[in-house]
């Protein structure tokens, strides 16, 4: 399995994937998939925008979304609730990511598909067929869809046509980020390689202190941080990187332990999600710090997944004990914990 899928895989040092089983998505689409990177039934793509700042959406307005890779299935939950509002099942099998498009379609990657279901629904709108696992998803400005497969990121317009097919240094991609300037990061099994904006060109290849990059972020200043997993031998750092640098500018390892996910607040605060025994932690850094401001560990059990909504309040996807927990701004308390439908969250979003 990737590295997200499980903390009985994190000190394995390769982020090689273990094929996941296919059999079971046969039947699970009325709609028939075409070609490699066609939507079915010839629907076009919606309208879609940048989704970097998908975890600021506010939670006060909209809905809390759970990717659940145990369950095959994503929940859906009314702002301040810990009740399932809707579960969305059909055309799912051990999900690896998601997204939203303008409209706010939710596009869900699953073994070669990407399924795609209306704002509010539970039913399968229709399947994009992507050819490989596709790991991440994310849309450029352009409303150009990436998804991170085996050994490559496959680019597709908004008819669902294949644009290009991005394969120079890419190797077991396990997420993607636009500075903002509009390159494309991609973080591989021992490297950052970043491509020119709507092109295929290797720009720069980021290899110092890159040691199982599991997650990318930029903060305001457009600095570069990379969680870096580790190895046998060493806990995981995240490493940060100046504007079109290829040398580490610092390090942040205080607090730091099998590092899985970053995120930022609207004040720049940096949220790290340690997957470390036995229970793992959120440690939180002032804008430009590599000291701990704050640790989380209250109701903390395996953080797979981070969220942040308008007013800071952060949201935690744990894999140990099948939870999401929420803490307000500035806190380490967990104020909500939700368990109903639950089962190894592995990515948090707002939505309709």
């Given at each position: 399995m990737r590295w997200h899928l499980g903390r009985?895989?994190?000190?394995?040092?390769?982020?090689?994937?273990?094929?996941?089983?296919?059999?079971?998505?046969?039947?699970?689409?009325?709609?028939?998939?075409?070609?490699?990177?066609?939507?079915?039934?010839?629907v076009p793509f919606d309208s879609v925008l940048a989704t970097q700042a998908l975890t600021h959406r506010a939670a006060q307005q909209k809905n809390l979304y759970a990717l659940n890779y145990g369950s095959s299935r994503v929940t859906v939950y009314a702002p301040g609730s810990n009740k399932v509002l809707r579960a969305i099942s059909q055309g799912l099998y051990r999900p690896g990511a998601?997204?939203?498009?303008?409209?706010?379609?939710?596009?869900?990657?699953?073994?070669?598909?990407v399924r795609v279901y209306a704002p509010g629904k539970t039913t399968l709108l229709r399947?994009?067929?992507?050819?490989?696992?596709?790991?991440?998803?994310?849309?450029?400005?352009?409303?150009?869809l990436y998804a991170a497969e085996f050994n490559r990121v496959l680019?597709?317009?908004?008819?669902?046509?294949?644009l290009?097919?991005?394969?120079?240094?890419?190797?077991?991609?396990?997420?993607?980020?636009?500075?903002?300037?509009?390159?494309?990061?991609?973080?591989?099994?021992?490297?950052?390689?970043?491509?020119a904006k709507g092109t295929v060109k290797l720009l720069r290849t980021i290899s110092q202190d890159i040691l199982g990059p599991s997650s990318l972020a930029f903060d305001g200043s457009g600095n570069l941080y990379v969680a870096n997993l580790g190895n046998f031998y060493q806990s995981g750092v995240v490493s940060v990187y100046a504007p079109g640098s290829?040398?580490?500018l610092r390090t942040i390892s205080q607090g730091v332990n099998y590092p899985r996910v970053l995120a930022f607040d609207s004040a720049g605060n940096l949220y790290v999600a340690n997957d470390s025994s036995p229970t793992g932690s959120v440690t939180v850094y002032a804008p430009g710090e590599g000291s701990v401001?704050?640790?989380?560990?209250?109701?903390v059990a395996g953080p797979l997944a981070l969220a942040l909504d308008s007013a800071s309040?952060?949201?935690?996807?744990?894999?140990?004990?099948?939870?999401?927990?929420?803490?307000?701004?500035?806190?380490?308390?967990?104020?909500?914990?939700?368990?109903?439908?639950?089962?190894?969250?592995?990515?948090?979003?707002?939505?309709p």
């Open positions: 009985e895989v994190k000190h394995c040092c390769s982020l090689i994937a273990a094929s996941l089983s296919l059999a079971l998505l046969a039947a699970c689409s009325g709609n028939e998939t075409v070609g490699p990177g066609v939507v079915s039934g010839g998601f997204t939203f498009d303008s409209r706010e379609n939710l596009y869900v990657a699953v073994h070669n598909n399947t994009l067929h992507v050819g490989y696992e596709p790991y991440a998803l994310l849309f450029d400005d352009q409303e150009n680019v597709l317009r908004r008819n669902g046509q294949v290009r097919t991005i394969t120079t240094g890419v190797k077991n991609p396990v997420a993607l980020a636009f500075d903002g300037t509009g390159d494309l990061y991609v973080a591989n099994e021992y490297a950052v390689t970043v491509y290829s040398s580490v401001l704050r640790t989380i560990t209250d109701a309040n952060l949201y935690v996807g744990n894999a140990d004990d099948n939870t999401v927990t929420e803490y307000a701004d500035g806190t380490t308390s967990a104020m909500l914990s939700i368990s109903k439908g639950i089962n190894r969250p592995t990515a948090l979003a707002f939505g």
